[in-house]
């Protein structure tokens, strides 16, 4: 049973950027979306990958001098959503 599913989108957020321009680079030539914060996105809207800030999805700024960006409802579902279970699943 191949249970392998492609990649539609990625949160990419970190603190070290050592790495991440080739790993960035393979996941764009797959038309990957991205979705970033602060210098992270800075560091792909460098490399002239189109980047969504997460600000844009969850419309909410950082907080804590930057340090929470991503902790929100909007983004947590998403990651934590089970495709499978139906009472998960969020009419459009």
């Not at 989108?9 to 979705?35: C, D, T």
């Not at 990958?49 to 579902?77: A, C, N």
């Amino acid at each position: 049973m191949n249970t392998a599913k492609t990649i539609q989108s990625a949160l990419i957020s970190v603190f070290s950027k050592e790495g991440l321009e080739p790993i960035v680079r393979k996941l764009h030539e797959q038309n990957v979306i991205f979705y970033s914060t602060g210098g992270t996105e800075e560091f792909i809207k460098n490399l002239g990958i189109p980047v969504i800030p997460v600000e844009d999805v969850t419309t909410y700024p950082s907080i804590l001098g930057g340090r929470v960006k991503t902790l929100h409802p909007k983004v947590f579902g998403g990651i934590l959503n089970r495709q499978d279970n139906e009472s998960d699943v969020i009419p459009a």
